[in-house]
């Protein structure tokens, strides 16, 4: 009987190799790894983690506790410039004038109720923006030098 291949028989793929996944950070910690690993001389890395596992403060062998309102203060100037009162009166004097309430002030500049009133106060932190909308929409100058 004649065979079916004709001339010699060749096998034309490459051999498949099968790899082990590579284990898992979480199977790496396992406790019976670690001795394994450490029984075939394996160099393992251990990291003590700071006051692991405990809610305890005070008594550490760490760097004493430094309050952190301190050194913000250190660190920081210790006031920012808060709204002048000549901003304040004509804010609240055109505004007046133009017989607008606060809340009707921040509707037209796009910003809160409780904005205008810290603005009024003094107790704001002056922005450029939002003074540069209040001017816009006031029609009195509230940036740099307030001639009178």
């Known amino acids: 009987m004649p065979s079916r291949y004709p001339g ?8 498949v190799v099968i790899h082990k996944s590579k284990p898992k ?3 790496l910690r396992d406790p019976k790894a670690v001795n394994a690993a450490l029984r075939t001389g394996v160099a ?7 006051d692991a596992g405990s809610n305890k403060k005070g008594k550490s062998t760490a760097a004493p506790v430094i309050n952190p309102k301190k050194l913000e203060e ?3 100037p210790s006031a920012l410039d808060h709204v002048k009162a000549e901003v304040r009166l ?21 910003e809160r ?23 816009k929409v006031l029609g009195v100058k509230l940036r740099g030098k307030i001639v009178k």
């Not at 010699?8 to 051999?15: H, K, L, S």
């Not at 393992?44 to 700071?50: D, L, P, R």
């Open 8 to 15: 010699a028989v060749t096998q034309d793929w490459e051999p």
């Open 25 to 27: 950070s979480q199977d």
């Open 44 to 50: 393992v890395q251990t990291v003590k983690k700071f």
């Open 74 to 76: 250190e660190t920081e």
């Open 90 to 110: 004509a804010i609240q004097k055109a505004r007046l004038e133009k017989k607008m309430s606060q809340a009707d002030l921040a509707k037209q500049i796009n």
């Open 113 to 135: 109720t409780q904005v205008v009133q810290e603005y009024e106060n003094g107790k704001a932190v002056p922005n450029q923006a939002v003074l540069a909308k209040m001017e």
